[in-house]
């Protein structure tokens, strides 16, 4: 069952028209990526979904309990983070009882009762997420979820978008590092211009694109041995270890001889996924800014 659908949407203000016939389907517990330079329509069409403003023409159905996070949140600075979630919990109509439990969620318990005026950018972006699980949506709309995290709490973030998409929650998710999308979001949307450009998973776009290479990731407990392998193939183009992983870069119509051929050798195989890289060449094809070197989009605003 689908917890999404998009047909046709369009907004406009004044003359000026912001998203031009935007049509995409979420399926219920997927989590998508939903990238595009600013200015792009992206904001746009997460607000339109979140029903915070209306589409010019179009509809949008989704089913179940939505929540979303766009753009930076808000909160009571002179209050704690406990009362800030007890008031927005009254406000929705929610039992506050239901503020702790999220808190607790995203990490914050033990700081539940410090002014949010005392709280990094990183805890306030926690809060704004654990805001958003108080009614146990089924639907979640997050913008920049990692914004002001350090590395471990990017790492604590995701993994909690993960279990929340685990538990059958729909997530559409934006975000700047695409790093962090290819992580977590299997399927990709690109808008550019207020167009909805590519929808789909890597290697579906670089195909679609018509891209003659693609570089995959490797993880192995023996890259050493995988890279002699797959260097004896007419059809790989290039090896590249990274501590305990090994980068391939091969026509992607060979990607499905790459794991047969390991495993065969006796090499275990423990993930194979597209290198970031490969997110970043189909992100700058479709914004049509050409080929993109490594870590180029590491600072680009989606």
């Avoid at 607000?47 to 989704?62: D, E, F, Q």
């Avoid at 109509?93 to 999220?102: D, E, M, S, T």
């Avoid at 270890?241 to 065969?264: D, K, Q």
Wanted: charged share 20%; proline share 6%; aromatic share 4%.
């Amino acid at each position: 069952m689908n917890a999404l659908e998009l047909q046709g949407v369009s907004k406009r203000f004044g003359g000026f028209e912001a998203v031009t016939d935007v049509s995409f389907t979420l399926r219920r517990g997927e989590i998508v990526g939903f990238l595009g330079p600013n200015g792009a329509g992206k904001t746009t069409t997460m607000r339109m979904v979140a029903g915070l403003i209306r589409p010019s023409s179009g509809s949008i159905v989704h089913t179940g309990r939505m929540s979303a996070m766009i753009e930076e949140p808000s909160f009571y600075p002179y209050l704690s983070g406990l009362e800030n979630l007890r008031y927005a919990a009254s406000l929705a109509g929610l039992p506050q009882r239901v503020a702790l439990p999220a808190l607790e969620r995203v990490g914050l318990g033990e700081r539940r009762h410090q002014r949010v005026a005392a709280y990094s950018q990183g805890m306030r972006q926690r809060l704004g997420l654990a805001r958003t699980l108080m009614n146990e949506p089924e639907l979640l709309l997050l913008d920049e979820p990692t914004n002001g995290l350090d590395p471990q709490g990017v790492a604590e973030m995701r993994e909690l978008i993960r279990d929340i998409a685990h538990d059958g929650v729909t997530v559409l998710l934006s975000s700047h590092i695409l790093s962090e999308v290819e992580k977590l979001a299997p399927r990709v949307l690109i808008i550019h211009k207020g167009r909805l450009k590519a929808d789909g998973a890597v290697r579906e776009l670089f195909e679609q694109l018509g891209a003659e290479a693609l570089s995959v990731v490797i993880d192995t407990p023996q890259p050493e041995r995988a890279r002699s392998l797959l260097s004896e193939q007419p059809w790989v183009a290039a090896t590249e270890i990274r501590g305990s992983t090994l980068s391939v870069t091969l026509p992607h119509a060979h990607l499905e001889r790459v794991a047969p051929l390991l495993v065969g050798a006796g090499v275990p195989l423990l993930g194979l996924r597209p290198d970031v890289e490969s997110l970043e060449t189909v992100y700058l094809r479709v914004v049509g800014a050409g080929p993109a070197p490594v870590g180029a989009m590491t600072g680009v605003r989606a």
